[in-house]
Structures are given as C-alpha cells and as structure tokens.
C-alpha cells in the first residue's frame, strides 16, 4: 500500500506537470492592451499572439515581430509563457516609444540550450526552439545594432520539478513527472546557464524577468472562485522559496550577462510584504494558478519603462 508520503509526491508531482505546460491560442491579439478587459472568463484572460505568428496548432512559428518602426531600436522578449504573459505591457511600452518589439516565445520551454548529444538525453521541439531562437536572435543583433533582450521564464517551476527529480535519484521515491517534463525541469535548471553565456556573446544588453507569483500547490479555500483564484494569498506561499529562487537568477542568468542586467520584478504591483492580492482595483491578478492575466499584465507597463529608456539611449 502506498505511503502517505508518496501519495503525496505523486499529487505534488502531477500539478507540477501541468505547471509546466503553457497553453498558445491561435486568437489574434487585441490591437492595444487596454482591449484586454477585466470581464474576460476564466481561461481567455491571456495574452496571445498574432495570427500571423502561429502555426496551425496555435504554436509560435520562429520570432513574431509585433510592432514595425523602420530605423528605430528593437526589444526582444524572449521565453516561455512566463514572458508571453507580460505582452501586453510590454507592447504598450514599446508602441508608445516606437520602438520595435520581437517576441520569441514557446510554452512550456525553458530558454536553455540542448543537452550535448554525449549526455545520451532525447532531443525534443524545445530542444530545436531553442537552437533556431538563438540563431534568429544572433542575425537580429547583427542586422540591428541597438537591440536589447529581455527574458522570461517560469524559474521558480523549473527549479521545483528539478528538486523532485533529485529526489528521485536519492531516495528511488518516483517524481510522477512523464519523460517530457523532466526533460524541461532539467534544461530549465541545468542549462540556463550555458544559454545565458552564449547569450553574454552576442554583445547586447540583457534584462532578466523575476519570478512571478504563483497559487500555491495548497492553497486556503476561496469561496469567490478558484479558477482564476480570487482570493489574496501569503506572500511566502505566493512567492515560494522567494529568496534561494532570486539567488539561483542572479547566479546563474544574471552573472554571466554583459554590462549591469536589470532584475525586472512587477510583483510590487500586486504583492506587499505580506500579501499577494487577488485583484488589484478590481482586476483579477492571476490567469490560472501559474499565469498572470492579461488585463492585470496590461497595468504593470512602468516596470517596463526603464528597459525602453536605456535601449533609446543605447
């Protein structure tokens, strides 16, 4: 019979696999994000991308160039959902400073490079994402000069998969994740930071997203509503392993980045010292457990001010 314990780590493990799984809709993204109401139901409340930046299946198809000013200085958001879902303050930004803005998305899929093929470890569609985004973003850099990146990720996830993975090794005790989703616990821990130093080559500012706040695994009951979760929240519980997850950033993303990255953080906005907030006048804060909604993300543009202020002044 199995113990509670690993009752346990098995629940703990298969919210972990859908915490790190992004869903992409093909919908054609609002012209302004102020589109972007708070009445939108549970599960539309996501940025998305334009029509023209998707495949059949809603996948992004390579680099997606939002907004056109020829001869003016390029942003490029670079990441999983975990970037995507700052879109529409980002869009704003740079639409307001004619700036051009690139984003270079894939759900699901930490910004890291393969495993050498030595390592024995399956290569997968991240896998080949990630090749082609860096190649992509290489010939952008070299045709536009001034061009900056930011870049986001779902860390803190990762980072909690990979602790049950490691687990795993040391105790025989299953993690629950399927093949796929180790896979991505593993890239997104272990090969950002090889990512992050081939990106330090390119030769271009870099700014770096914070982790955002999550709906704990456990979280108390709400009675408004659960999907999005309407009801405010400890920021420990929110913010997880707050502290070891801004280290583990800025050692392995930051470190290794030209000049002075910046460590983007909209928390503020939504969280106190104690508190993270449902809703903030009024706007729910978060899409589902792991994702802000959009129309809270189309508040957050002055975070988002000062990395189009030093790419002007680049």
Known sequence: MPTLRGLLAAVLAAVLAALLLATVSPV??????????????????????????VDERGVPDGPCRVTRFPGRPTLVLWGDSH???????????ASRQRVNLVVVVYGGCPTSLPFPRSAGHRRTGCDRHNVASLAAVRRIVRD????????????????????LLRREERTGEPSGLTAYRAQM???????????????????????VLAPAAT????????????????????????????????????????????????LVDPSP??????????????????????H???????????????????????
């Open 144 to 163: 536009r000069p001034r061009t900056r990146l930011l870049l986001g990720g779902f860390w803190s996830g990762y980072r909690l998969a990979h602790d």
């Open 292 to 314: 802000l909604g959009a129309a809270l993300a189309a508040t957050l543009q002055r975070f988002f001010r000062p990395v189009v202020r030093d790419l002007l002044r680049q």
């Open 28 to 53: 054609v993204a609002a012209p302004h994000p102020a589109a972007a109401a708070p009445a939108l139901a549970p599960g539309e409340d996501f940025p998305v991308l334009p029509a023209r930046c």
């Open 185 to 207: 616990a593993r890239l997104g821990v272990e090969r950002s930071a090889p990512m992050a130093r081939a990106i330090a080559r390119l030769g271009v500012p870099v700014d």
């Open 83 to 93: 970037a995507q879902m700052y879109l529409p303050a980002v869009h704003a930004v």
């Open 215 to 262: 709906v704990p695994l456990a979280p108390p009951p709400c009675a408004v509503g659960r999907e999005p979760y309407r009801c405010d929240l400890p920021r420990a519980a929110a913010l997880r392993d707050e502290a070891a997850n801004r280290r583990w950033v800025r050692r392995h993303l930051l470190a290794p980045l030209p000049g002075r990255p910046r």
């Open 269 to 290: 906005a939504y969280c106190d010292r104690r508190t993270c907030r449902a809703t903030v006048r009024g706007v729910p804060t978060w899409y589902d457990d792991i």
